[in-house]
């Protein structure tokens, strides 16, 4: 699968969001990189920065979280586009329920594992 087909797919994913739940995503910026850093091969996504629950009277400027989407381990893990279409759209609501503070636990608890 191309690089840009791949990112229609993100950005289909983000379409799916509920607009309630976009209006509510607040200094995010969402990319996709081939592969995760370090040894975890597997990881499919990852959201970096503070969280809304977390952010006190004193959050401001400061950097866009970051919600990064990782082609590679996606599409090893998929045998066909739908496939890979279904895993993009979990992932990109997975990494979005932790800029809400939804953790792991309770997303595997929803089924967005």
Not at 23 to 44: F, Q
Not at 77 to 101: K, N, P, R, S, Y
Request: proline residues 6%; negative net charge.
């Amino acid at each position: 699968m191309s690089e840009e087909r791949f990112e229609e797919l993100v950005s289909d994913a983000l379409d799916l969001v509920p607009p309630a739940l976009m209006d509510n995503l607040d200094n995010v910026v969402v990319l996709v990189e081939a592969e995760p850093p370090g040894d975890d091969k597997h990881l499919l996504g990852l959201y970096e920065g503070y969280a809304l629950p977390d952010r006190g009277w004193d959050y401001g400027g400061v950097l866009p979280d970051k919600i990064t989407i990782f082609r590679g381990p996606l599409l090893r893990m998929c045998q066909t586009e739908e496939e890979v279409v279904d895993e993009v759209t979990i992932t990109v609501v997975h990494e979005i329920a932790h800029h809400f503070g939804i953790d792991d636990a309770r997303l595997h608890e929803l089924g967005w594992g």
